[in-house]
């Protein structure tokens, strides 16, 4: 599986927008780009994932680049709910339970500050 | 819709005791995974499902067991409690074919003395 490189940690101000970069130069071409974040002492919490277009949802837009070595997860509109630390991960679209290829290995993800 | 759930949230438990967590989903989701989360380890996989009635190991199965008898419900439980199953306990399902579009529960916190 690919490597991801996120920053230790970020801060943003109140109701602007939070950018926040995953790079993932290693990537296959069947790898997806999954992001969740985790709210202190909470479960983690599914946000968005993409193979090569942009995606959008009610939470967050992801934009991957045209070699895919990297992505930017935007929360457009960011409030101090969002603070948590957010992960980025790359794996394929199918999985062979062979193995323990199900689970999800989470890093050590970027602590979002938001800011009043 | 309720997503996933997890019964107890808390639990203090004597070594030697046995316990079952319930994770339940209302999402009709065909996977189903116990991790548990200790502090500056990450998430790791303790036993996953890929349905009903199907069960396998993760990355660390021992000391627990795992079934599921009905498709929204995955039991974990713990036979011989151990002070290093101390940890945080999360459930999470997915739907199939997206396994990795993970939903997860709260969370149990088991402390074992």
């Known amino acids: 599986d690919a490597k991801t490189t996120q920053p230790t940690s970020m801060d943003c101000a109140e109701g602007r927008a939070a950018n926040l970069p995953c790079n993932h130069s290693t990537i296959s071409g069947n790898e997806y780009v999954y992001w969740y974040r985790q709210i202190h002492s909470q479960g983690p919490q599914y946000i968005i994932h993409?193979?090569?277009n942009n995606e959008t949802n009610e939470m967050a837009s992801l934009i991957i680049t045209e070699d895919r070595k990297s992505s930017t997860l935007i929360l457009p509109h960011a409030t101090l709910r969002d603070t948590a630390v957010y992960y980025c991960?790359?794996?394929?679209?199918?999985?062979?339970?062979?193995?323990?290829?199900?689970?999800?290995?989470f890093g050590k993800g970027t602590k979002l500050s938001v800011k009043p | 819709n309720a997503g996933v759930t997890q019964t107890p949230k808390f639990r203090v438990l004597k070594t030697g005791q046995s316990m079952t967590l319930l994770c339940a989903q209302d999402m009709n989701h065909e996977y189903m995974y116990w991790y548990r989360q200790d502090p500056g380890m990450g998430l790791r996989l303790i036993h996953y499902s890929v349905g009903e009635g199907t069960t396998a190991k993760g990355e660390v199965p021992d000391g627990y067991n795992v079934s599921r008898l009905k498709k929204q419900n995955f039991l974990l439980g713990l036979e011989s409690a151990a002070p290093s199953q101390t940890s945080v306990y999360f459930c999470?399902?997915?739907?199939?074919?997206?396994?990795?579009?993970?939903?997860f529960g709260p969370g149990t916190r088991l402390t074992v003395t």
């Open positions: 991960i790359v794996r394929v679209a199918s999985v062979n339970y062979g193995g323990s290829q199900g689970n999800l290995i």
């Open positions: 993409g193979l090569k």
């Open positions: 999470a399902s997915s739907p199939d074919p997206l396994p990795y579009e993970q939903y």
